[in-house]
Nanobody, 123 residues
Framework: QVQLVESGGDLVQAGGSLRLSCAASGRTSSRYKMGWFRQAPLKEREFVAGINFNSGVTSYQDSVKGRFTISRDIAKNTVYLQMDNLKPEDTAVYYC????????????????WGQGTQVIVSS
């Protein structure tokens, strides 16, 4: 089992920035992928960004490209999501996810999930 704990969610004005963190513990290995997803009220959960923890290869949803950056700290088993130029439509609960099937898409197929952290962007 892998445990994921997110932090960093907050209320911020449009145009502002936040950095989300997700610390992994438990049966982690050197080869896995991690991703960020979000779910806004009355909407389905959607992919935001993903990273191959070993290689550093990343993938982003089109609407966040150029504004969000996913990164990882291998020593700390932690992944970050730097969110800049936030918009009201970024308001959602953000979830961290992890999976050891690094051959599958960074955009889907995650077995382990965190509890989520709330991001609210006011206009």
């Amino acid at each position: 089992q892998v445990q994921l704990v997110e932090s960093g969610g907050d209320l911020v004005q449009a145009g502002g920035s936040l950095r989300l963190s997700c610390a992994a513990s438990g049966r982690t290995s050197s080869r896995y992928k991690m991703g960020w997803f979000r779910q806004a009220p009355l909407k389905e959960r959607e992919f935001v960004a993903g990273i191959n923890f070993n290689s550093g290869v990343t993938s982003y949803q089109d609407s966040v490209k150029g504004r969000f950056t996913i990164s990882r700290d291998i020593a700390k088993n932690t992944v970050y999501l730097q969110m800049d130029n936030l918009k009201p439509e970024d308001t959602a609960v953000y979830y961290c996810a992890a999976d050891q099937r690094t051959w599958t898409s960074l955009r889907a197929d995650y077995a382990y999930w965190g509890q989520g952290t709330q991001v609210i962007v006011s206009s």
